[in-house]
């Protein structure tokens, strides 16, 4: 099985700076000015909405620039698993041996991979703070805690969806189950 290393998108992950962006400085508006005027909005749900912009969108903004200067391949494919770096809960090495299935969803235009494993513990055991949150919440709105997403790739999702389903089949087909 022939090695497949996937890069990130600097394209996309400026782009993705650049909507933080512009969120953050919205935010900033809703906070200082907005809810300073006479609306039809209750000026309390104005700031919370500014601040949760500016903390929401600041942090992916700081992630997108700590990933432009990443030097890590975005994700490799090999006899091994699948070696994620796509995003902010990426967590390494997934082994095929581990993997019980791959669904895809869609949340507004953003579609990503579910990997399913044996033991979705193992993974979230693996890693701590910040990363450790996102993968419960990952895990308990979806069944698991592992997803990989083509956002910050240099390639298209339905050809990443295909190739690691048929890499998952190919390995299924090589080692039968006990």
Same mark, same amino acid.
């Given at each position: 099985? /022939?090695? #497949?290393?996937?890069?990130?998108?600097?394209?996309?992950?400026?782009?993705? &700076?650049?909507? =933080?962006?512009?969120?953050?400085?919205?935010?900033?508006?809703?906070?200082?000015?907005? *809810?300073?005027?006479?609306?039809?909005?209750?000026?309390?749900?104005?700031?919370? @909405?500014?601040?949760? =912009? &500016?903390?929401?969108?600041?942090?992916?903004?700081?992630?997108? &620039?700590? $990933?432009?200067?990443?030097?890590?391949?975005?994700?490799?494919?090999?006899?091994?698993?699948?070696?994620? /770096?796509?995003?902010?809960?990426? #967590?390494?090495?997934?082994?095929?041996?581990?993997?019980?299935?791959?669904?895809?969803?869609? @949340?507004? =235009?953003?579609?990503?991979?579910?990997?399913?494993?044996?033991?979705?513990?193992?993974?979230?055991?693996? @890693? $701590?703070?910040?990363?450790?949150?996102?993968?419960?919440?990952?895990? !308990?709105?979806?069944?698991?805690?592992?997803? #990989?997403?083509?956002?910050? %790739?240099?390639?298209?999702?339905?050809?990443?969806?295909?190739?690691?389903?048929?890499? %998952?089949? *190919?390995?299924?087909? !090589?080692?039968?189950?006990?």
């Amino acid at each position: 099985m /022939n090695k #497949i290393e996937i890069p990130l998108s600097k394209t996309k992950l400026l782009l993705g &700076i650049g909507g =933080s962006v512009l969120f953050v400085v919205l935010g900033l508006y809703f906070l200082t000015t907005m *809810a300073d005027q006479q609306t039809r909005f209750n000026p309390t749900i104005v700031k919370g @909405v500014g601040i949760a =912009s &500016i903390l929401f969108f600041g942090a992916t903004g700081i992630y997108g &620039i700590k $990933k432009m200067f990443d030097k890590t391949i975005g994700l490799t494919i090999d006899e091994n698993g699948i070696f994620d /770096n796509t995003n902010a809960s990426s #967590i390494g090495l997934i082994k095929w041996t581990d993997i019980r299935a791959i669904k895809t969803e869609q @949340v507004a =235009s953003t579609k990503f991979l579910l990997i399913y494993t044996a033991n979705p513990d193992f993974y979230i055991d693996k @890693v $701590k703070g910040f990363k450790r949150k996102l993968m419960e919440g990952n895990n !308990r709105m979806y069944g698991t805690p592992l997803s #990989i997403t083509s956002n910050t %790739l240099k390639y298209n999702f339905n050809d990443l969806e295909k190739i690691i389903n048929d890499r %998952l089949d *190919a390995q299924r087909e !090589r080692k039968p189950t006990a």
